[in-house]
């Protein structure tokens, strides 16, 4: 070879090594990809490499399939729904069906919850199937939802408790004897988000009183309203003889007052003083004055009557006030819930409405003293969410309609018992099937794995994991303390010469 040409290619190859080089350089100080952009810039007549393909999480953030905050919930079969056989599926079916002619009338987004829109498939099929056989109306729940055994996180059952609606005895003016106001709502009343004439106002939130155009201040409270502060506005609907009355109709949300001239007057709940409720019933628990296992509706009333100057502090114990509007029912008709359509005696129930969704259905099952105080009534029933009330909170917690009058407060004045909650929920979100698309787990490693990689616990920082054959146990390190402060003595600095001052001191 030609020392020209000796020249030339010793050129081009340490041309080559010092770019090498620097690629080296280049990966260690602009990291991998940097360096491989580099030397593509110097090798255009290299073929471009394809980019790595981002690394797979090994569990995808799906959704999860069921989700009810706070509650434990657990798929079951027909057949292990205790008293399922033994229900009246037609009666619940003709309620659930009720239920349908609201959800099969709604627009708009689905309720943020768990069961969202589902309930509008199951109540489409509703709209063309009348039925009148009950082993059909059984067939309809069973093809149409799936049972799934609900409970608040940490408890086996759920919890329930009875109302009613009311019937009183009423004037349409004041006397002697009818002297307890029942009012509407007051025009002053404002709650943000809401018209002041819109119908049915929350029973949960702030609520105020409006001067003027734009000043809130809280809305008058229970004893306020009771010593006249709206009194003679013109708000006054009748008047009852005792304000006990008034205060269990407003516990109830809903009231039948009968005149001496034969009319009668249908209210309803419609907006609340923005106070929370307290139950008078705890409270003479926790007073000694009556028993937990003897506390009732009637054991209230009786006491209350006893005890007029004591009844008067105990209701002014419960701050909130509720409001009521006419409503347009015969006596015939059953109380209208916050569905917006009568209720059901024996199969309508009031639950969280923040949780649940109108038209759900839950069997109810277990133990009811319905026939007398001490009676444990079997009670297995298929009941419908039709209604809500501010003291009902949590996924499994209901209130059961029994009804009108007095027989009806009776029994749902003595409730207050745990009960199984099973769930019905459309198979269009059945958990199960739903849940079987997660990813599974990777499987367990091996014990001598996991000695030779010991996991920590994200939860607790500095805590390894001891995983072996049948248990895993969390071993926090040690914490070291820590060091003493050292003692500092202060600097003594010389005192300053004090100065009489003429005037004094303040």
């Not at 004897?177 to 943000?192: A, D, K």
């Not at 509007?325 to 359509?341: F, T």
């Not at 739903?434 to 920082?461: H, M, N, W, Y």
């Amino acid at each position: 070879m030609a020392p020209e040409a000796r020249i030339k290619l010793f050129l081009k190859n340490g041309a080559t090594a010092l770019c090498a080089g620097a690629v080296v350089l280049s990966s260690f100080s602009l990291g991998a990809e940097a360096a491989r952009r580099h030397y593509r810039s110097h090798h255009h007549h290299l073929p471009q490499l394809p980019a790595a393909p981002p690394r797979a999480l090994p569990y995808p953030q799906l959704p999860l399939p069921f989700e009810i905050p706070g509650a434990q919930y657990m798929p079951l079969a027909w057949a292990d729904v205790k008293g399922w056989s033994d229900d009246d599926h037609l009666a619940a079916y003709k309620t659930f069906r009720a239920s349908c002619k609201t959800i099969n009338a709604q627009t708009g987004a689905p309720e943020p919850k768990a069961l969202g829109a589902s309930l509008s498939e199951p109540c489409r099929a509703v709209k063309s199937l009348e039925l009148s056989d009950d082993a059909k109306a059984k067939t309809f729940f069973e093809e149409n939802f799936s049972p799934l055994r609900i409970s608040r996180l940490g408890e086996p059952d759920g919890f329930v408790t009875g109302y009613y609606e009311p019937v009183l005895e009423g004037s349409r003016t004041q006397t002697d004897v009818f002297n307890v106001p029942v009012y509407r709502r007051p025009s002053n009343l404002f709650v943000r988000g809401y018209k002041q004439d819109s119908v049915s106002l929350p029973n949960k939130g702030p609520v105020y009183r409006k001067i003027g155009r734009r000043k809130l201040v809280p809305y008058y409270d229970r004893g306020e309203i009771e010593d006249g502060k709206i009194a003679g506005r013109g708000l006054e609907i009748a008047w009852l003889k005792d304000p006990t009355d008034l205060l269990f109709a407003q516990i109830q949300g809903s009231a039948r007052i009968k005149f001496d001239d034969g009319g009668t007057v249908r209210l309803n709940y419609d907006a609340y003083n923005g106070f929370p409720y307290t139950a008078v019933g705890r409270i003479l628990i926790e007073r000694g004055i009556i028993p937990k296992e003897e506390m009732s509706m009637q054991k209230i009333r009786e006491w209350m009557a006893q005890n007029p100057d004591g009844a008067k502090e105990l209701r002014r114990q419960n701050r909130s006030y509720i409001f009521f509007r006419e409503v347009n029912l015969s006596d015939k008709d059953e109380a209208v819930g916050a569905q917006g359509i009568p209720l059901t005696a024996g199969r309508s129930i009031a639950v969280d409405k923040a949780l649940h969704v109108y038209g759900t259905p839950f069997f109810i099952e277990g133990e009811l003293p319905i026939d007398s105080e001490r009676a444990r009534t079997p009670f297995h029933r298929l009941m419908i969410a039709q209604d809500t009330g501010s003291a009902i909170i949590g996924p499994a917690r209901a209130d059961l309609y029994f009804g009108a009058g007095q027989e009806a407060g009776r029994v749902s004045g003595r409730l207050r018992h745990p009960m199984h909650f099973v769930m019905l929920v459309p198979k269009g979100v059945d958990p199960s099937a739903r849940g079987a698309k997660l990813p599974v787990p990777d499987p367990r490693p091996s014990e001598k794995i996991a000695k030779l990689f010991p996991q920590t616990d994200p939860a607790k920082p500095g805590a390894v994991v001891a995983q072996g054959k049948s248990e895993t146990v969390a071993v926090a390190n040690p914490v070291p303390l820590p060091v003493p402060r050292p003692a500092i003595e202060p600097d003594q600095e010389p005192r300053r010469p004090v100065k009489n001052r003429s005037h004094r001191q303040q």
